[in-house]
C-alpha cells in the first residue's frame, strides 16, 4: 500500500441505542491498563476525566458487570485497573480487528489501487 493511505476500522458493537464498546472505549481502556489511573488514561487519549468517566459508565453497564476496578491505598492515592473482563474485552477486540483486517487484505489493496495518485 503507498505510505500516504491508512486503513482504520472502526468497529462499534452496539447494545440498543449505547456503544456498549468502540475504538475510543478500547483505547481509553489500554491507557488505564497502562497508566493505573482514569485521569493519566485521559490526558492519554485527549479527552476530559468527565468523559472518560462517562464512557466508562456506559461500558460498566452494557457488559453488566465493571471492566475496570479501583484500588485504593498508597501516599499517592489508589490505582485502577482492568478487571479480568475488561482485559477480556480489549484482547477481543484487538483480535477482531486484527482478523477483520488479515481478511480484507487483498480487497482492501485493489481499493487501494482504485484511489487517485
Do not use: H
Request: with cysteine; glycine share 8%.
Amino acid at each position: 500500500m503507498t505510505e500516504d493511505v491508512r486503513i482504520a476500522f472502526r468497529l462499534r458493537i452496539m447494545q440498543g441505542d449505547a456503544i456498549a464498546v468502540g475504538p475510543g472505549k478500547i483505547d481509553l481502556l489500554e491507557a488505564i491498563a497502562a497508566t493505573g489511573s482514569i485521569t493519566a488514561a485521559a490526558k492519554r487519549v485527549e479527552m476530559s476525566y468527565r468523559r472518560a468517566w462517562l464512557l466508562l459508565d456506559t461500558m460498566n453497564r452494557c457488559f453488566g458487570e465493571p471492566l475496570t476496578a479501583a484500588e485504593s491505598g498508597g501516599s499517592r492515592g489508589g490505582r485502577t485497573r482492568l478487571t479480568p473482563l475488561g482485559t477480556q474485552v480489549v484482547a477481543r477486540y484487538r483480535r477482531i480487528e486484527a482478523r477483520s483486517l488479515k481478511a480484507s487484505a487483498t480487497d482492501l489493496r485493489a481499493m487501494v489501487a482504485l484511489l487517485s495518485r
